[in-house]
Structure formats: C-alpha cells, structure tokens
C-alpha cells in the first residue's frame, strides 16, 4: 500500500498567486533594474517602478504576439500602454524604449530564459 502524502511522483501545488507575481517581480528586476541608469530610454527622475510595467508589458506583449514585429504592433501598443500602465508615471514616450528593450530580450516563442543558464552547444 502506498501513501499519497509521500508519493515522489505528485507534482508540487503551483505557487500562489501572490507569490507567483513575486517571482515574476523578481525576474524583471534580475533581467532589467542594474542596466536601467545606463538605457537610452532612462528619464531622469523616474524609478523602477516606472520603468518595471513598461517592461513586463514589453515581455507580455511579445508572447501575445509572437511572430509580429514591434515596429508592426507599436501603434497598436501605445494604445494599449494606457491600460497597462499600473501605477508608472511614464506615458508612451518614455515608456516605448522599455517595452521595446523587453520585447527585444523576450524569445520569439515566448518561453523565459535563465539568465545564468549555460548555452547549448551545438554540434
């Protein structure tokens, strides 16, 4: 007889929610925050939690339309930006070179990539 309670085989239970939105959080901040002085886009004034929506929308967005290029859809996203915004101070203007440097980094397919993880060699 087996106990369920100790089978190797179940998957764990998803994280919560909240906790979910923190790791998510926390990748943005790993991939994104230590560049963020030096970006192009970077305003003066503005923070991290600014600039963290712009680039999980710019992430989001590239996964909702993979296959499509930026220059394609961004008239279709600044619409968007409005609704997407959170609390960011930022409007389309400053908000747009995230979104794209997000895009940019996110895979065509959509999947993330660690950012410490060793790169297949091919061949």
Same mark, same amino acid.
């Given at each position: 007889?087996?106990?369920?309670? *100790? @089978?190797?085989?179940?998957?764990?239970?998803?994280?919560?929610?909240?906790?979910?939105?923190?790791?998510?959080?926390?990748?943005?901040?790993?991939?994104?925050?230590?560049?963020?002085?030096?970006?192009?886009? *970077?305003?003066?004034?503005?923070?991290?939690?600014? *600039?963290?929506?712009?680039?999980?929308?710019?992430? @989001?967005?590239?996964? =909702?339309?993979?296959?499509?290029?930026?220059?394609?859809?961004?008239?279709?996203?600044?619409?968007?930006?409005?609704?997407? =915004?959170?609390?960011?101070?930022?409007?389309?203007?400053?908000? =747009?070179?995230?979104?794209?440097?997000?895009?940019? =980094?996110?895979?065509?397919?959509?999947?993330?990539?660690?950012? @410490?993880?060793?790169?297949?060699?091919?061949?």
């Amino acid at each position: 007889m087996t106990n369920d309670l *100790y @089978d190797d085989a179940t998957p764990p239970d998803p994280p919560p929610p909240a906790d979910a939105a923190a790791e998510d959080h926390e990748a943005l901040e790993a991939q994104f925050k230590a560049d963020l002085p030096q970006a192009s886009y *970077y305003s003066v004034g503005r923070h991290w939690n600014d *600039y963290a929506p712009a680039y999980r929308f710019g992430r @989001d967005s590239r996964r =909702r339309h993979a296959g499509s290029r930026f220059e394609d859809i961004e008239h279709q996203l600044e619409q968007e930006w409005s609704g997407a =915004r959170d609390k960011s101070r930022l409007g389309w203007i400053e908000a =747009r070179g995230a979104v794209e440097d997000a895009w940019s =980094r996110t895979p065509e397919d959509g999947t993330d990539v660690a950012l @410490d993880a060793p790169v297949p060699r091919v061949g």
